[in-house]
């Protein structure tokens, strides 16, 4: 089990993205969990059924952790996710809220990485 809520975050999605989907939400999900992914009903079913097909889809699927900030509460988990060997991959930002050492709340959103880019500094 994870010592502190900004490492059960990561572990979250690590677990999740690795496979290993059934395993993430027994440990982490608390009871009455709800999301805000507006592709999906909000429950913890419906986004555990959502995170399985990805990972059917994506079985060689990455993510990179790139920054993990906890204020209260809340868990911002800053990544990167790459899909498939060569994909550029998407920026991602998940917040986790936590009730004890449970999530009760999840919020995600997700950016493509482009092939080129004016900012000079990237994306990460």
Do not use: C
Not at 43 to 66: G, H, R, S, W, Y
Not at 83 to 97: C, Q
Not at 107 to 117: I, L, T
């Amino acid at each position: 089990m994870a010592k502190n809520n900004k490492d059960a975050a990561v572990s979250f999605l690590q677990l999740a993205s690795s496979g290993k989907v059934k395993g993430a939400f027994h440990l982490y999900i608390g009871q009455n969990f709800r999301h805000h992914n507006p592709f999906f009903l909000g429950t913890a079913e419906a986004l555990m059924a959502a995170m399985e097909a990805n990972v059917a889809q994506f079985p060689n699927k990455v993510i990179e952790i790139k920054r993990v900030l906890e204020e209260g509460d809340l868990v911002a988990v800053h990544s990167h996710v790459t899909l498939k060997p060569d994909d550029l991959g998407v920026i991602t930002f998940h917040l986790f809220r936590f009730e004890g050492d449970q999530i009760v709340e999840l919020w995600d959103v997700g950016q493509p990485v482009p092939e080129q880019s004016l900012n000079e500094y990237g994306m990460f």
